[in-house]
């Protein structure tokens, strides 16, 4: 899930990511292989597969399981069959929705969506009904209580677009994401290293949402991400601060 840029809404991921860490790693596995497989095992040359291993790296996943999807893949005997394909709907409340998948079946896989959606309370859209609400950007967030300025410097330096520091003190660095690693790598030299970070689609805009409503968004957004063949899960919901504790 990523919502809000908010470091309660980073707490509240990772927090689901440690219980589910078997099936975070299964898709990361999946997602190695096929970066490998159709950009090559040599993440200098890679710049999709650089970044797929930073989000592994941020899992705590074993050097050697990454090293061995990397492997998998390059070598052409795994992976061959499974393609990206990205879905798009809406949640309770009109909320927008886009879900990533990796499968080797797209019957199977968009069955597995619509019911979701569907059992949540939302519905499954068409190709662009949603998408056009996002961006794909880097994001880098910083623990409250570190130097606004040193981030900054060194975030403006490296050609991050944009600081943000929110009310409860956290820090997001925005940037393209063609320059999300070079970014992030100057940050972490500069002795800054970041609590959380990714490539993602983050929302033009969000979508306010109560207490009950975003029960039921976070219900569809955990059923969606429980599916093996779905890798990520994106949503406009601005989540009340009473459910990101």
Do not use: C
């Amino acid at each position: 899930m990523a919502g809000h840029s908010k470091w309660s809404n980073i707490k509240h991921r990772k927090a689901g990511q440690d219980a589910k860490r078997a099936k975070v790693f299964t898709k990361i596995i999946r997602e190695l292989t096929v970066s490998a497989r159709d950009g090559g095992g040599n993440i200098e040359d890679n710049p999709g597969l650089r970044t797929i291993v930073d989000k592994a790296k941020a899992s705590q996943m074993p050097k050697d399981t990454m090293e061995r999807a990397i492997a998998r893949g390059a070598g052409g005997d795994d992976g061959v069959e499974l393609v990206p394909l990205t879905y798009e709907g809406y949640g309770p409340g009109g909320v927008a929705v886009l879900v990533e998948t990796m499968s080797d079946n797209r019957n199977r896989t968009v069955a597995e969506v619509r019911h979701a959606f569907s059992k949540a309370g939302g519905n499954l859209g068409t190709d662009g009904s949603v998408a056009y609400l996002f961006d794909r950007k880097g994001q880098i967030l910083f623990e409250p209580g570190t130097s606004e300025d040193d981030v900054m410097e060194i975030a403006i330096e490296s050609g991050a677009d944009d600081v943000e520091t929110e009310d409860d003190g956290s820090i997001t660095v925005s940037t393209t994401a063609d320059d999300y690693l070079v970014v992030k790598e100057a940050l972490v030299t500069g002795g800054l290293e970041p609590a959380a970070s990714e490539v993602a689609m983050i929302p033009q805009n969000y979508s306010e949402l109560d207490v009950d409503m975003g029960e039921k968004v976070l219900r569809l957004v955990d059923a969606l991400e429980d599916l093996d063949d779905v890798t990520n899960v994106y949503t406009n919901a601005n989540f009340p601060d009473e459910l990101m504790g």
